[in-house]
């Protein structure tokens, strides 16, 4: 199964992939009209600073995953088969508790939606839309096993 | 995201940034810590929006897209994107120059009876630029041909600015040569928005050329124009006393602040407080008095000619009104931050704009015209005078900070300072330079820009400067900055300069650190090295003086502009945080390296200020060489 991973010598902090995300995440899939539905798509990964290294972060699909312990609703679970951690939004009842014990600060509340937000890798697409949009190739949708042998 | 870096250095205003974040208020740190991390695309100046088939970038890393749409490279559009920053610095300026020649004209109709020609020495020597005959003529007349000519400058087509005449002979044939001599003001910006709209100068050389050309339009033209006209409008800065930070508020008195950049507002205003009628009206309400400070540019004019105090610099434009003592607050035009409005709002400060260019989404407009000017500037203050009664004197926090300052200095009055009363000459100065008691000197100039701690980029770097005998003239936010930490005051000389300075320093009982104005006065330092030239000794042309220019914390496009004219005029010149270039580096060597063979002047980089220091009085060493002078006296 294919991950995300994020080259910080590359990352820009342009900010493409946010709004990537938001809009690949949207009813309407447009970044024109994205802006105009009743509940604003947001993105499902944020790319931050520290000290002069840009990096985004995004759910990263722990294999000792405290979101999962955490739940309550029982919405999150893990996956053993695609090793990813799944939210099922009809059992969430946005109790913020995954959003509290995440180490990664990855996923995050929609207030307007009342439930939280985290990458899904975009289940329903062969490559995630931060990757397709990534101006410098920052970045990269590989196998676990094969990001050891690349450069 | 960090909160542990320094803000500001200066002790009023982390009061202040504290106080902001007691109560809540969002101000420019914050809003700079939120935007992180900032576009790199951006920052290294490879993002076109020029058109309709982008926006493009270029990617850096040698990956993706390596041309635009329409197949411009990075050092396309890295050029183009400076040669905008130019054009729009330089039109600021321009603009200004042209509102005090359209002031100067009405004057001399008769039709803006609250200003008059108040240098009628100083119309007398424009007029000559401008081969206007003055013999047995009125001011009126003259001043109305000077101005009906210096308008003319902005529409003209063909021939050459007045003042480029100014220049030394050999820098002039230099700039004929290369074909950079600016033809007219409004000709040399509207061509750099035609060169860069899609599909026309590809060629990076190419753009940056005309990019010295329009910036030389504003710095032997648009500053120069405004600069020199309102000396012959307003009277001629000298010497004068002042007090300069946050504790310049007073807490019994009615506070106005006037903030932006053109005098033809501030001086009516310093000018309408005077008036007995609004000063009792001030004292039954409850106040002492009315109290008139200034910030940024607008305070530098009313300061070098009226010895107003002055609040603060740019980054303390949101700082000022958090006192908490602010009545008013009016604005023209430039540096205005939009914030202010939010702000305001938060106390009793009422915010007013006065430029029909510059207005705020709900704050309200009080138009300024030269032809009503102290009509208007009393109403406006008369508001203020009201609203002294809507101040919460429990919220009220001024910084006891305050700093005493001498500014004041032109390239008129510096040679009669150093010459002695009836003998203006700029031969001691040479003669200090020849001698190596003063190594060279330096202009350090230009903005605050969160992205440097507060004040520290200017004074650290000035400080540095001095203690190695460097003369330092300073405009602007730098010059609010330095007098801030006390180095404009004569006495500062014993403290931070080197021996050499400080021997002249006490021999004429001038500070080490000389204001000469606002950022338009930029164009002092043009003529003070001009003339230093022509008195002989140091070289031929601009390139040959011993000098270099630095903007350690700039944020405006202004600057940029500034910092080229330099460049062009021969003048080496540091920046702190880079000008948006490094997405080319054909664009980047030809700033910091190849202009120098060309026009004799070439940028540089440096974000630590003592580092730039030293890559200035390496310059200044090296041109002292050149020129087979002594060795500096006191090393």
């Not at chain 2, 100083?122 to 003529?137: D, F, M, P, Q, V």
């Not at chain 2, 039954?284 to 607008?298: E, P």
């Not at chain 2, 609010?480 to 004429?508: H, R, W, Y």
């Not at chain 2, 914390?553 to 010149?573: D, H, N, P, Q, R």
């Amino acid at each position: 199964m294919k991950k995300l991973y994020y080259d910080v010598n590359k990352c820009l902090g342009c900010k493409t992939c946010e709004i990537a995300c938001a809009v690949a995440h949207s009813q309407s899939k447009d970044l024109f009209s994205v802006l105009r539905e009743e509940v604003l798509s947001l993105p499902r990964k944020k790319v931050y600073r520290s000290g002069d290294k840009n990096f985004p972060v995004s759910c990263r699909h722990c294999q000792e995953h405290p979101c999962v312990d955490a739940c309550m609703g029982g919405a999150l679970s893990y996956d053993k088969k695609s090793e990813m951690v799944l939210h099922d939004e009809t059992r969430c009842v946005g109790c913020w508790m995954c959003v509290m014990v995440c180490p990664y600060g990855a996923i995050r509340p929609n207030l307007k939606a009342k439930i939280p937000i985290r990458c899904d890798k975009c289940k329903d697409e062969d490559e995630p839309a931060c990757v397709k949009a990534c101006p410098t190739g920052a970045i990269i949708w590989q196998e676990e096993a094969l990001i050891e042998t690349k450069k | 995201m960090s909160n542990t870096r320094v803000k500001s250095v200066d002790t009023a205003s982390q009061k202040m940034i504290e106080r902001a974040k007691i109560d809540n208020i969002q101000i420019v740190w914050d809003r700079y810590d939120i935007m992180q991390p900032q576009c790199g695309f951006g920052q290294l100046g490879i993002c076109c929006r020029n058109c309709n088939m982008g926006p493009c970038r270029i990617d850096p890393f040698g990956e993706g897209a390596q041309k635009g749409v329409c197949g411009a490279s990075a050092d396309t559009i890295v050029a183009r994107n400076l040669l905008r920053m130019i054009a729009a610095g330089a039109a600021a300026h321009s603009d200004h120059g042209r509102d005090i020649a359209e002031a100067l004209l009405l004057a001399s109709e008769g039709k803006a009876r609250d200003y008059r020609v108040s240098n009628p020495v100083k119309l007398r020597k424009i007029a000559s630029y401008y081969g206007i005959k003055t013999e047995g003529r009125q001011d009126s007349e003259i001043a109305h041909e000077v101005a009906l000519k210096a308008l003319s400058e902005f529409g003209q087509q063909e021939d050459e600015l007045r003042f480029i005449s100014r220049a030394p002979k050999k820098t002039q044939e230099s700039w004929r040569k290369l074909g950079i001599v600016p033809r007219g003001v409004d000709r040399e910006i509207v061509e750099c928005l035609h060169r860069t709209n899609m599909g026309v100068d590809n060629e990076y050389k190419n753009i940056i050329m005309h990019g010295l050309r329009t910036a030389l339009s504003d710095g032997w033209g648009g500053s120069m124009i405004a600069t020199e006209l309102s000396d012959v409008l307003l009277g001629s800065p000298t010497p004068i006393r002042s007090k300069v930070n946050l504790g310049v508020l007073k807490e019994d008195y009615v506070n106005v602040v006037v903030h932006g950049h053109e005098p033809t507002l501030s001086e009516m205003v310093v000018q309408a407080s005077h008036d007995s009628e609004l000063i009792k009206l001030a004292k039954d309400k409850g106040a002492k008095g009315i109290n008139i400070v200034g910030m940024c540019c607008t305070a530098n004019e009313i300061l070098m000619r009226h010895g107003i105090h002055v609040a603060g610099n740019f980054l303390q434009q949101e700082l000022a009104i958090l006192t908490g003592a602010v009545e008013l607050m009016m604005v023209d035009v430039q540096c205005i931050m939009p914030a202010l409005a939010d702000v305001s709002n938060c106390f009793h400060t009422e915010l007013i704009t006065t430029s029909p260019k510059a207005k705020f989404p709900g704050v309200t407009h009080i138009e300024f015209h030269p032809e009503k000017a102290l009509e208007i500037s009393k109403t406006i203050l008369k508001r203020a005078v009201d609203n002294f009664k809507n101040r919460n004197k429990a919220r009220v926090v001024i910084p006891q900070e305050t700093m005493d300052l001498i500014a004041g200095f032109t390239a008129e009055d510096i040679p009669y300072i150093i010459g002695g009363q009836y003998r203006s000459t700029w031969r001691p100065v040479n003669d200090g330079i020849i001698s190596g008691r003063l190594r060279g000197i330096a202009g350090v100039v230009g903005c605050n820009n969160p992205n440097v701690p507060h004040d520290f980029g200017h004074t650290a770097m000035v400080k540095e400067l001095v203690k190695n005998d460097v003369l330092v003239v300073v405009t602007g936010c730098a010059a609010i900055a330095n007098a801030k930490m006390g180095l404009l005051k004569p006495e500062s000389a014993f403290e931070f300069a080197g021996k050499g300075l400080q021997e002249i320093c006490e021999a004429v009982g001038i500070p080490p650190v000389l204001h000469v104005g606002s950022c338009v006065d930029n164009s002092r330092i043009l003529i003070a090295c001009s003339e230093i030239i022509e008195q002989s000794g140091l070289g031929e042309r601009l390139s040959d003086l011993p000098v270099a220019g630095a903007a350690p914390e700039w944020m405006s496009e202004k600057a940029v502009s500034i910092g080229f004219y330099f460049v062009a005029s021969g003048v080496f010149t540091v920046f702190g945080t880079p000008q948006p270039v490094f997405g080319s580096q054909k664009v980047t060597d030809f700033i910091t390296k190849e202009l120098e063979d060309i026009v004799g002047g070439k940028f540089a980089f440096e974000v630590d200020p003592i580092k730039a220091a030293h890559l200035m009085i390496e310059h200044i060493d090296k041109k002292r060489k050149a020129l087979k002078l002594n060795p500096v006296m006191y090393q």
